[in-house]
């Protein structure tokens, strides 16, 4: 039987979001396909391998066979020289009780704790250097030892933390890293291990130990641009001189150090260079002609730049009047500041400068300032007051998002308030939008709980989806009289031909008619309405956008236009009381996550003409029972029914060619579904987990069985594999629980590791000398012979 640590069994972690205008504006956030569930590590060894070609291997375990191996052989030839030459005998003798000898020794040195670790008297005093210089010399003396070194799992977990302990005992410094503890500390236990793949044990020792164990700076080639500094470093770092620039994100997310000396050569440093760095001290070498650092603070030379400040900066800070600038994430994450005043000669604020500022209360921004740059003031969830100097023309993305602003007074000269600007404000209640506005981004007001009705200006020109989505509390939005471009009926806006309808006001309920004449509904148009129960639309209606109704906790009925042609990505995701749907067939194709965590949906009928369903489009649908599938589909998404436990059958239609990675994953309660014969690919984790699965037929043009296709079928007791076959994958039938006999033809070539992992009733029914018959000889698992007449007509 297979010997393996299976992957483990996970609840799909991915929730379908609400695909709104806010999600488009935030990085990393986009309307792309959801990304695939990670699989779970394999926890087996990485050094296990299994080499299918090695004659060795298949002599030892095939019974059948009493051959030698070509490496048992040789070493009786070595071992009848010995005997044939006396000197080489007694030399081999003696080899052999000086081993004994050695290992008695190290036997007692285990017993006596370790005694051949013990630590100079001044290691309390050695530097860092001389400390792992110590321990190298140590592994040296070992080299024998270190030959023979093969870990085992539980050595790996057993002792990492021992060496951990050991490094916390002996106070080494975090700059040595645990594998140089790890193996001078284990040094005397190693040769007690298996004896196997010494090279490359040998070689992982020598790479723990040597200069690498200690986290070096990346330099560019002529050492004169600092490109990254590892995160395992830790405490102080002084860059070294004849570097002249630091480059963009040279210090990453994680960084740990606490101070840090610039040299006299720096020029340099790129935008968000310091931005991770989570400094207590910054100090400049003397002599520097580019910069200064004056109480944690870094500054230009000329004192008109703030770089960086040290994010222990606490309570209140005041910029030193030469300064006209404060530079990108200058402030980034100075969590205890309470209170920053900005001096009058400040005429530019960048991107990022005082983001995550949670303690910030307020911002007085001076008079002078024309700029403030996107994420300006990010996440400052407790600034409450602050102003717009009326230079300033434009509000950047995301420049007061996830703040605590109540009011907002904008200054008549802005003309462009961008995606996503006072997104998350919840205490926001009252804007006055200024009459020279002519844009309005996507998401700008998203979210604001608090926001009471707004009116649009004459002069905006261009409203991007989802601008007022999730305001819970606006009624109504309206559109100035003057407006060429928009108009408002009954609070809902739309365009002026009346042909698109943009946002419909988050309070209103009920149910809801879209007006006639109308052709699409925006993305995000309806998304977070949470009283709204049902929604009529006329003829006219042909597309409908990403998240349009998503969040509609209350949604009930939904009766879908008969020309509808695009239903959008994440369409009605998270409408927990839709129960049907009935897809009309000028949609061809059903976009991802579109009824994504639909919970009380139980029936969906497509027509015919849908020809594709999407990744994720019925995921976590856990009462869907009754799914009618038309004969046009061809391919079926990623993820498209995981985790739909209630549904126990499913025909699918001749002309599938494929279906997609974990397509029914822990679909439990699954028990029939045909696999047309036109099916040429089966994406991995397919039936993952389908608990109650317990007859299937493969289709003759497969090639592939993935990975973990079969992955916890426990009542999985008939599967045909058809000549088609060439490959069985890793896990590809694991933790089957009924007794089963699997036929495998002599055309599938490749049965990868573990393929059959923990199917403890399971017998393989195989040709002789096949790719098969050989897998089963080498993993131990239960086989018969197929009867040479049944091998000619392929099958039993």
Request: hydrophobic share 40%; net charge negative.
């Amino acid at each position: 039987m297979e010997s393996f640590m299976p992957r483990s069994s996970s609840t799909f972690p991915i929730q379908i979001l609400l695909v709104s205008a806010l999600s488009a504006a935030l990085p990393g956030c986009s309307q792309t396909e959801a990304p695939e569930s990670p699989s779970p590590a394999s926890a087996s060894p990485s050094f296990l391998k299994n080499d299918e070609d090695s004659e060795a291997m298949k002599n030892a375990e095939n019974s059948e066979e009493n051959t030698l191996s070509e490496t048992d052989a040789e070493l009786i030839r070595d071992l009848e020289e010995f005997a044939s030459d006396p000197e080489e005998a007694a030399a081999l003798d003696a080899e052999i009780k000086e081993d004994e000898a050695r290992r008695e020794a190290e036997k007692k040195a285990r017993e006596t704790g370790f005694k051949t670790m013990e630590l100079p008297p001044d290691w309390e005093k050695m530097n860092d250097e001389a400390k792992l210089k110590y321990l190298r010399e140590i592994a040296v003396v070992q080299k024998d030892t270190l030959e023979k070194f093969t870990p085992t799992d539980a050595f790996y977990i057993g002792s990492y933390e021992n060496a951990q302990k050991f490094q916390k005992e002996k106070g080494l410094a975090p700059e040595i890293r645990i594998d140089a503890v790890f193996f001078a500390n284990w040094l005397p236990e190693l040769d007690i291990l298996d004896q196997t793949d010494a090279q490359h044990k040998k070689a992982w020792i020598q790479n723990a130990i040597q200069e690498d164990s200690i986290p070096q700076l990346e330099l560019s080639s002529d050492g004169k641009r600092l490109r990254k500094v590892p995160n395992e470093l830790t405490g102080a770092c002084e860059i070294p001189e004849g570097v002249t620039r630091i480059e963009k994100y040279a210090f990453s997310e994680g960084c740990a150090l606490t101070s840090l000396t610039l040299p006299a050569s720096l020029a340099e440093i790129d935008e968000d260079a310091l931005a991770w760095c989570t400094l207590e001290e910054i100090q400049v070498a003397e002599g520097n002609a580019h910069f200064k650092a004056e109480d944690g603070v870094l500054f230009s030379a000329d004192g008109r730049k703030l770089i960086y400040c040290c994010r222990n900066k606490a309570h209140e800070y005041t910029v030193p009047e030469s300064v006209t600038e404060i530079g990108p994430s200058a402030f980034f994450g100075c969590r205890e500041l309470s209170s920053i005043v900005l001096p009058e000669s400040l005429t530019q604020i960048g991107p990022s400068a005082f983001s995550e500022c949670e303690q910030l209360i307020a911002a007085r921004i001076p008079q002078n300032v024309t700029t403030i740059g996107e994420r300006a003031f990010f996440g400052c969830r407790n600034l409450t007051a602050t102003n717009i100097p009326e230079g300033v023309t434009r509000i950047e993305k995301l420049t007061f998002a996830r703040s605590s602003l109540s009011i907002m007074t904008l200054s008549p000269n802005i003309t462009h308030i961008l995606d996503g600007a006072f997104a998350e404000c919840p205490q926001l209640a009252n804007v006055r939008l200024p009459e020279n506005l002519t844009h309005l981004g996507r998401g700008a007001f998203a979210m604001c709980a608090s926001l009471s009705p707004v009116t649009i200006p004459a002069n905006v020109t261009e409203i991007g989806d989802g601008a007022f989505f999730g305001c819970a509390k606006m009624r109504e939005i309206l559109v100035s009289s003057q407006s060429p471009h928009f108009k408002s009926e009954d609070g809902v806006l739309l365009s002026a031909d009346g042909k698109t309808l943009i946002q419909f006001p988050g309070r209103k309920g009920g149910q809801f008619y879209v007006p006639d004449g109308v052709t699409e509904i925006r993305s995000a148009a309806f998304a977070g309405c949470v009283n709204l129960r049902a929604v009529s639309f006329p003829e006219s209606v042909t597309c409908i956008g990403d998240a349009a109704f998503a969040g509609c906790t209350a949604l009930e009925k939904m009766l879908l236009p008969r020309k509808l042609a695009r239903l959008g990505k994440c369409a009605f995701a998270d409408c927990l009381k839709l129960e049907a749907m009935y897809l009309p067939g000028t949609l061809t194709r059903l976009e991802n996550g579109t009824f994504a965590n639909c919970s009380q949906l139980m029936r969906v009928t497509f027509s015919l003409g849908t020809e594709e369903i999407g990744s994720f489009a019925f995921l976590n649908c856990s009462q869907l029972n009754s799914v009618t599938l038309p004969d046009s589909l061809t391919r079926i998404g990623r993820s498209a029914f995981h985790n739909c436990s209630k549904l126990h059958r499913l025909v699918l239609p001749e002309g599938l060619s494929e279906i997609c990675d974990s397509a029914f994953c822990d679909c439990l309660s699954l028990n029939s579904i045909n696999l047309p014969q036109t099916l040429t690919q089966l994406g991995n984790r397919a039936f993952y987990h389908c608990h109650y699965l317990n007859e299937i037929v493969l289709p003759d043009g497969l090639t592939v069985i993935g990975e973990e296709t079969f992955f916890m079928c426990e009542n999985l007791y008939t599967v045909n594999i058809p000549k088609s076959v060439k490959r069985i994958e890793r896990s590809a039938f694991t933790l089957l629980s009924q007794p089963i006999e699997l036929t495998i033809p002599s055309t599938v070539q490749e049965i990868e590791n573990f393929a059959f992992f923990e199917c403890r009733k399971l017998t393989l029914c195989v040709e002789e000398n096949s790719a098969a018959h050989r897998y089963a000889v080498r993993n131990k698992i239960k086989f018969r012979l197929l009867p040479k007449e049944k091998q000619e007509n392929g099958k039993e």
